[in-house]
């Protein structure tokens, strides 16, 4: 879904430090199907490292180019819901004693 697959696939997480490296510039004669490409690994990156992040923010779930595949589609899904929840399970996890 991203034309290269990640060297290391790590309980369904891939680094967002991969990501920026093999996705990091955009060629000067880029096709579409290449820019769509860079553009999904970009908002991979924003939804692993600020909008949903994990404990050490530099890892994205796998599940994430799934929702990514086609660009039209994305007024269908909620995400909203998607971030307040996920703010929700780090607010808990955060408050727990332990």
């Given at each position: 879904m991203l034309g290269k697959a990640p060297n290391k696939i790590e309980s369904g997480l891939i680094s967002t430090n991969w990501l920026k490296k093999i996705f990091n510039k955009l060629p000067d004669d880029a096709m579409e199907e290449v820019i769509c490409l860079y553009a999904r690994a970009f908002i991979m990156r924003l939804i692993g490292g600020i909008l949903m992040p994990n404990k050490s923010?530099?890892?994205?779930?796998?599940?994430?180019?799934?929702?990514?595949?086609?660009?039209?589609?994305?007024?269908?899904?909620?995400?909203?819901?998607?971030?307040?929840?996920?703010?929700?399970?780090?607010?808990?996890?955060?408050?727990?004693?332990?």
């Open positions: 923010r530099n890892l994205v779930h796998i599940r994430w180019p799934l929702h990514l595949m086609d660009f039209s589609e994305w007024a269908k899904l909620n995400w909203e819901s998607a971030m307040l929840s996920t703010l929700y399970r780090e607010l808990y996890r955060a408050a727990q004693s332990n």
